[in-house]
């Protein structure tokens, strides 16, 4: 999770929500994201809410699990005095931060303590995120024996020198052998890449894709490197130190990649996410971009539960006082209107293969679907269908495909 926080209204003490929040709650999943935002060294294009040894004295991270426990049961209490239904939890996505920085009885602990608290739906996806050199054989063992069902790897690439831009500590060889151990653990598997980092050429950036694909995961990402403000990679490229990311290029990175999975058997099911079939999509990311409830744990980490929105504390000393005192750790709220939610709607479900269904567009959304279709952006079939599908050009140019069709907002 980013970690800059908006204003928002003040969060009541006590965490409930107002009624609104329940209306048609059973109709949508629910899922928990659990934030561990502590890392072995903080990576120069990292923008997320993440702490290393260092910068967090006073905090110890053995404490941390008890502090997350806590806010799960905080959440059961908040949830059940709003007047929302119990609902077991679809998905459970533990991310960071590098979450595999703590000992693996930690995550199961937490994992428990959201299995009390509402329950798990059959067949939930259960992820953790981590990095090659985070893990060995025996603690993936342990997390499938603890209920993890998948785990998402920070490959980034397999170019020793794009790594060192990244300022990523893995050996690229050690990633076949965490995928490997991951398998005979009987966990699924997603790997995730970055393109676009200053000074990768296009015959780098194959030879990740390359790698990645053989060690035949069931699920990849690949996402354009982006230059946050306030990044250490900012200040470089600011004094001229590396070079910008050059946004043609990125664009021939993803016809690229878009070109490679397809042949190796994966399929596109968001701009940036392929999968090998839809039973390895990743549920918990698409319940983000269908507008489901999910109940964020941990500093920084931000919830959405019926068109409420919250964002905890940063810090996780700030965050750790608020647990202590069994006050709701979140800094600040929104409750979003209903036009708010559309075009929020509109923005996601346009990003997805599945599409969006044109009759959510308003008057001059629908004028614009013909002209999206002549400028090959979305499929002209689809549309027959009712449906905002985007081609490759479209997913390219997706961001511009949101604007057309709320150009009247």
């Known amino acids: 999770m980013p970690s800059a926080l908006p204003l928002g209204d003040p969060a009541p003490a006590d965490g409930l929500l107002p009624a609104t929040a329940a209306i048609d709650a059973s109709s949508r999943n629910f899922g928990v994201y659990l934030h561990v935002p502590f890392c072995r060294v903080r990576c120069g294009y990292c ?24 806010e799960v049961e905080f959440a059961r209490r908040a949830l059940e005095r709003s007047g929302l239904p119990a609902r077991p939890v679809s998905t459970v996505f533990f991310g960071g931060g590098t979450p595999t920085m703590l000992p693996s009885s930690d995550l199961t602990t937490m994992l428990g303590a959201v299995r009390d608290a509402w329950g798990l739906a059959p067949g939930a996806e259960i992820t953790t995120e981590a990095n090659p050199d985070s893990v060995d054989a025996d603690y993936l063992r342990r997390l499938a024996d603890g209920g993890f069902t998948r785990v998402s790897f920070g490959m980034q690439s397999a170019v020793p020198h794009v790594l060192a831009t990244l300022e990523r500590t893995h050996d690229p060889e050690r990633v076949p052998l965490v995928v490997e151990w ?27 894709l390359e790698s990645a694909v053989a060690c035949r995961p069931d699920h990849l990402s690949a996402y354009s490197l982006i230059v946050e403000p306030g990044t250490k990679l900012a200040r470089q490229i600011r004094s001229g130190v590396v070079a910008e990311p050059d946004e043609d290029l990125q664009a021939d990175m993803y ?49 959405h539960v019926g068109g409420v929105r919250w964002w905890n504390v940063k810090h996780p000393a700030a965050y750790a006082a608020r647990i202590v005192a069994d006050e709701s750790p979140a800094a600040g709220r929104e409750t979003l209107d209903a036009e708010t939610r559309r075009v929020e ?10 599409g969006l269904a044109t009759s959510e567009l308003d008057a001059d959304g629908r004028r614009e679907v013909a002209g999206l279709i002549a400028d090959e952006l979305i499929d002209a079939k689809a549309a027959l269908r009712g449906s905002v599908e985007l081609t490759l050009r479209g997913r390219l140019l997706a961001d511009a495909v949101v604007r057309r069709l709320l150009a009247s907002n």
């Open 47 to 70: 923008d997320f809410n993440t702490y290393t040894a260092a910068e967090i004295r006073g905090v110890s991270q053995s404490d941390y699990a008890g502090h997350a426990v806590h």
């Open 182 to 208: 991951a398998r005979d653990a009987g966990l699924q598997v997603s790997l995730d890449l970055i393109y676009g980092t200053p000074g990768e050429s296009l015959d780098d950036w194959s030879r990740s």
């Open 255 to 303: 016809e690229t990649a878009d070109a490679r999975l397809s042949a190796a058997g994966y399929d596109w099911y968001e701009v940036s996410n392929w999968a090998t079939d839809d039973n390895h999509r990743s549920r918990h990311n698409l319940a983000y971009w269908q507008g489901h409830d999910w109940w964020g744990v941990g500093p920084g980490a931000h919830s």
């Open 345 to 354: 709607r509109i923005l996601l479900l346009t990003r997805i293969r599945d």
